[in-house]
């Protein structure tokens, strides 16, 4: 069993920065691939950003390259979400996500622990 638990979400203006955290815990937690997705209200849940257990190989949705940076700290059992030139198209619920692999890191179906997520709010 794996646990997540996100910290970081906050009111920030467009153009802002934002740094969330995902704290792991649990066994083999740093042996997990990581992701994040997001969820709006009214839509659904969707894929922003992956890394492997290693921090080796990432993977980004077109709506956040360039513009996102997903890193971990395997010693810290913490994963970040750099979310920089925020929209207002960004507010949304973050949610961290553990997975088995890179690739299926980036499926919400194929997911295996989620956490409580934290919410993000760009003001225009």
């Known amino acids: 069993q794996v646990q997540l638990v996100e910290t970081g979400g906050g009111l920030v203006q467009a153009g802002g920065s934002l740094r969330l955290s995902c704290a792991a815990s649990g066994r083999a937690a740093s042996s997990y691939a990581m992701g994040w997705f997001r969820q709006a209200p009214g839509k659904e849940r969707e894929f922003v950003a992956a890394?492997?257990?290693?921090?080796?190989?990432?993977y980004y949705a077109d709506s956040v390259k360039g513009r996102g940076t997903i890193s971990r700290d395997n010693a810290k059992n913490t994963v970040y979400l750099q979310m920089n030139s925020l929209k207002p198209e960004d507010t949304a619920s973050y949610y961290c996500?553990?997975?088995?692999?890179?690739?299926?890191?980036?499926?919400?179906?194929?997911?295996?622990?989620w956490g409580q997520g934290t919410q993000v709010t760009v003001s225009s």
């Open positions: 890394i492997n257990w290693s921090g080796i190989s990432t």
């Open positions: 996500a553990a997975a088995p692999s890179l690739i299926t890191a980036q499926t919400a179906n194929s997911i295996k622990y």
